[in-house]
């Protein structure tokens, strides 16, 4: 038998029903705070990765679905193409090819689509998962830089929880600080570590001299009273990026958005610069980590663009499911009607009431003319129908319809005309 490949997985019916909610609910909610969707490729060139979430990361260094593309032509060159680990850097590829920040607003974009990581699989850890992502970037000119941004999409990302009603999530918030101010604290970093890095664990000794940062994100029990010693990233951030994180802090008290300071996040993407942030989850377990953002105010000129500052985050649309799972959502609707056509040479008849019906806007199945209507009861039965609607003989010389309840067991005939608007009360 040929099975999915490890890592990728089917998302089959009712679970789909439950996908396509939350994707409804972010189009609707993300649409109320002018967003935009944006569709870029799957694949992109290697470099933009390379370049843009940085060399040293694990998804560039490790995870990355990467080949070659030979030439098949004369005029195409062999290059090196890459699945898509995320796509903050491909929306910014697109903003500075067609040269979105030339109307001088803001781009509010949002995306919905898979990306690729080759990660060991794990519950809510996959090779091939989903995104639902959005990106504010532009001219300086437009704001894009204002802590108010900042604010603003996470606002957003309240509102979506409220709007699919997810609760027990956590907001936790930090400041990387900017290229100014970060290399200050990596040396101190670098040099606290000195001391102490022979009683960590041996990853966090190989990141001390590597990337100093990472070892914060350690989750080894005994080294965490030595990590939590470690110099803070707010003790060594300059004058623009302390007043830039108290006042995302301020504008979120205000609007009642609730958050933890936690100064040990750091993200797993080179390209973070100011804010940071992660929403987690108590239900997912080890991969609590529900969505991830922050502020790429050096991407677009990292990637050979203009100076185009951005924030944004993307949410991992199969842990936000998971969730929402966790909780007992219920997202698939019933069917309101099954068609039954009783008797030779009554299944087009069926069709053409079906027809109406849905033209209605009502959403019907139809049985066959071949089957008993025992048959055809199980069957409303099994696809969880609320009404049975029968097309005999009879009814279509009537142009009336035997109609039932198929919970509470009542009949009622119906004429063709009152049908639809009886179904969908
Ligand atoms: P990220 O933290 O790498 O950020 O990924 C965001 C979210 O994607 C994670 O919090 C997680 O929920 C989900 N995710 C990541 N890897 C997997 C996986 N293997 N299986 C299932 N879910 C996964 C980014 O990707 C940034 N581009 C976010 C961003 C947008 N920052 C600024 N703008």
């Not at 890459?82 to 697109?94: D, H, I, W």
């Not at 007043?243 to 609007?255: N, S, Y």
Request: aromatic share 8%.
């Amino acid at each position: 038998m040929i099975k999915a490949v490890r890592g990728t997985r089917d998302l089959l019916p009712p679970d789909t029903a439950l996908w396509n909610f939350v994707e409804r609910k972010v189009r609707e909610v993300f649409a109320r705070y002018n967003y935009q969707e944006i569709r870029t490729p799957v694949f992109e060139s290697t470099e933009l990765f390379s370049r843009g979430v940085g060399e040293e990361t694990d998804i560039v260094s490790k995870e990355m679905f990467t080949w070659e593309d030979k030439a098949r032509a004369a005029s195409e060159k062999t290059q090196s193409l890459t699945l898509r680990p995320e796509n903050t850097a491909g929306v910014v590829r697109a903003y500075i090819e067609h040269e979105l920040g030339r109307s001088g607003l803001l781009q509010k974009l949002y995306y919905i689509g898979p990306q690729f990581r080759r990660e060991r699989p794990q519950k809510g850890r996959y090779r091939q998962f989903f995104q639902i992502g959005a990106e504010v970037i532009g001219p300086q000119t437009a704001g894009s830089e204002l802590p108010m941004r900042d604010a603003e999409a996470l606002d957003m990302l309240t509102s979506l929880m409220d709007a699919v009603g997810l609760k027990g999530w956590t907001l936790y918030l930090n400041s990387v600080g900017c290229q100014e101010c970060r290399p200050r604290y990596n040396q101190a970093l670098r040099e606290a570590l000195a001391g102490v890095k022979d009683k960590l664990c041996s990853d966090c000794q190989r990141r001390a001299e590597t990337n100093p940062l990472r070892v914060l994100d350690c989750k080894v029990p005994e080294d965490q009273d030595i990590i939590n010693a470690l110099p803070k990233i707010a003790e060594y951030l300059d004058e623009g990026c302390r007043t830039h994180f108290a006042e995302v802090c301020a504008i979120l008290d205000t609007l009642g958005v609730p958050y933890q300071v936690n100064p040990r996040m750091v993200r797993g993407l080179d390209y973070y610069t100011r804010t940071t942030f992660e929403f987690t989850h108590g239900e997912l377990g080890a991969q609590s980590a529900m969505l991830g953002g922050g502020r790429y105010d050096g991407l677009s000129e990292q990637i050979g663009g203009p100076k185009a500052p951005g924030i944004g985050f993307a949410i991992g649309e199969d842990r936000l499911v998971l969730a929402l799972q966790a909780q007992q959502t219920e997202a698939a609707e019933p069917l309101p009607a099954f068609v039954m056509p009783l008797g030779k040479g009554t299944n087009r008849h069926a069709m053409k009431l079906a027809r109406e019906l849905r033209s209605a806007g009502i959403a019907v199945d139809v049985s066959d003319e071949s089957f008993r209507l025992k048959k055809s009861f199980e069957t409303a039965e099994k696809l969880g129908a609320k009404y049975a609607v029968i097309v005999g003989e009879n009814e279509v010389a009537a142009d009336a319809f035997n109609v039932k309840d198929l919970k509470s067991g009542e009949q009622k005939t119906i004429a063709r005309a009152e049908l639809a608007a009886f179904l969908a009360g």
